[in-house]
């Protein structure tokens, strides 16, 4: 059985600040990570991804995660914070080898503030 | 690559109704998952084909929920007896899975059901 914990589901930072968004997993077999993005009244967008291999991932618009065994983390973050950031983001996982369906954290909305 | 688009976006409908969706995945890929998401939640997974068949269903909420992905490439969702419950966001994904590789999963924008 897979979950994932997402800590805070309201994060405001100012623009030009640090984002940091928290996601903890738990897995019974070695995890394929996500970090998904979703604007109002649309889908979901990929963010990142880790599968195996190196564990900090770039993604796109200027996020990163990185992937620490040992916590069992995968917190997504952003050196400077944009307007156009400001989103509900949803940490996911999968069990690797046999990726299937995605079990989602409840997700964390971010406020970017002017 | 259009992308993944569902039909139709928003369905408002009376309890007792039924109602179907329609997902239309990117060309090619063999994958499709449908999920549904409630308000400040995440995507719960419901099903999911490979090609034709469908290889998980015990996560469908209710007999009043099936599935159809008759010839490997669009699907349809159906709600039987709709209750107010239902109401939700239901999403569709696809991704070109094989071996191991293409395991991201690109999502279409939704049909928003409202149950009255």
């Known amino acids: 059985a897979q979950s994932v914990t997402q800590l805070g589901s309201h994060v405001s930072v100012s623009e030009g600040a640090l984002v940091l968004l928290r996601c903890n997993y738990s897995s019974s077999v070695p995890p394929y990570l996500f970090w998904y993005v979703q604007y109002p009244n649309q889908g979901l967008q990929l963010l990142l991804k880790y599968t195996t291999g190196a564990t900090l991932v770039k993604g796109i618009n200027g996020f990163e995660a990185e992937f620490k065994k ?20 949803f940490c996911a996982v999968t069990p690797s080898g046999s990726a299937r369906q995605l079990t989602f954290g409840s997700g964390t909305q971010l406020t970017v503030l002017p | ?113 409202t149950v009255l």
């Open chain 2, 1 to 113: 690559d259009t992308g993944v688009s569902q039909d139709p976006r928003h369905k408002i409908t009376k309890r007792g109704q039924n109602v179907t969706f329609r997902c239309d995945p990117i060309s090619e890929h063999n994958r499709l998952y449908w999920y549904r998401q409630t308000l400040g939640q995440g995507p719960e997974f419901l099903t999911y084909f490979q090609n034709e068949a469908q290889l998980e269903k015990s996560r469908l909420l209710s007999d009043r929920f099936s599935a159809e992905r008759p010839k490997g490439s669009f699907s349809t969702l159906e709600i039987q007896r709709t209750e107010q419950g239902d109401s939700a966001m239901y999403l569709c994904a696809s991704s070109n899975q094989r071996e191991g590789l293409g395991i991201e999963q690109f999502f279409g924008p939704g049909t928003r059901l």
């Open chain 1, 70 to 89: 040992s916590e069992t983390s995968f917190h997504l973050t952003k050196p400077s914070a944009h307007m156009s950031d400001a989103a509900e983001y």
